[in-house]
T-cell receptor, first 117, second 113 residues
């Protein structure tokens, strides 16, 4: 069965420090992986995706993520955190082998990122 | 830029009422989705639609129905609202290509009293 896990409910970082938000996944084939961000009282915004190719993908607002097939991980990173990065972050996975309802995105439970000045 | 518009940001309804949540997208996307978001549970898929008049159940369809009469509009219906349906409801759309990201509306926070 497909699944995605975000092992940390909350991550606290000081402004200017690097940040990492962790995500691990389980699919039977090669995954499609996504990161989304949600600011308070808003919908989710797409940050970046991995479909194929280079393991390091770059996205919006200076974020990047590294696909690691052996560790089945897709951690979100940023070299220098901003207070404005404080938000809820969701990792999502899709197994392109499946169609229909099994082919939909599976979301993690979310990680709250708090960046302090 | 893709826009997904949900008609209400906040709704308060009484138990037993019939509730309609409306969602419109302006990019001619084939696929549309309804999720509910609850703290600690993440996003759970209620229903989705691949095309006009087509619908499929997601992970938690009980107590909900949907309607897609036009390509741009996807409605979520609570036939008889209950307090356990108090939640944030998110609509999303994407093109037919399965590697495309979802585009979300800003959500409707529904409270059932």
């Amino acid at each position: 069965a497909q699944s995605v896990a975000q092992p940390e409910d909350q991550v606290n970082v000081a402004e200017g420090n690097p940040l990492t938000v962790k995500c691990t996944y389980s699919v039977s084939g090669n995954p499609y992986l996504f990161w989304y961000v949600q600011y308070p009282n808003r919908g989710l915004q797409f940050l970046l995706k991995y479909i194929t190719g280079d393991n390091l993908v770059k996205g919006s607002y200076g974020f990047e993520a590294e696909f690691n097939k052996s560790q089945t991980s897709f951690h979100l990173k940023k070299p220098s955190a901003l207070v404005s990065d404080s938000a809820l972050y969701f990792c999502a996975v899709r197994d392109p082998y499946y169609g229909g309802s099994q082919g939909n995105l599976i979301f993690g439970k979310g990680t709250k990122l708090s960046v302090k000045p | 830029d893709v826009k997904v518009t949900q008609s209400s940001r906040y709704l308060v309804k009484r138990t037993g009422e019939k509730v309609f949540l409306e969602c419109v997208q302006d990019m001619d996307h084939e696929n549309m989705f309804w999720y509910r978001q609850d703290p600690g549970l993440g996003l759970r898929l209620i229903y989705f639609s691949y095309d006009v008049k087509m619908k499929e159940k997601g992970d938690i369809p009980e107590g909900y129905s949907v309607s897609r009469e036009k390509k741009e509009r996807f409605s979520l219906i609570l036939e008889s609202a209950s307090t356990n349906q108090t939640s944030m409801y998110l609509c999303a759309s994407r093109p037919g290509q399965t590697n495309s990201p979802l585009h979300f509306g800003n959500g409707t926070r529904l409270t059932v009293t």
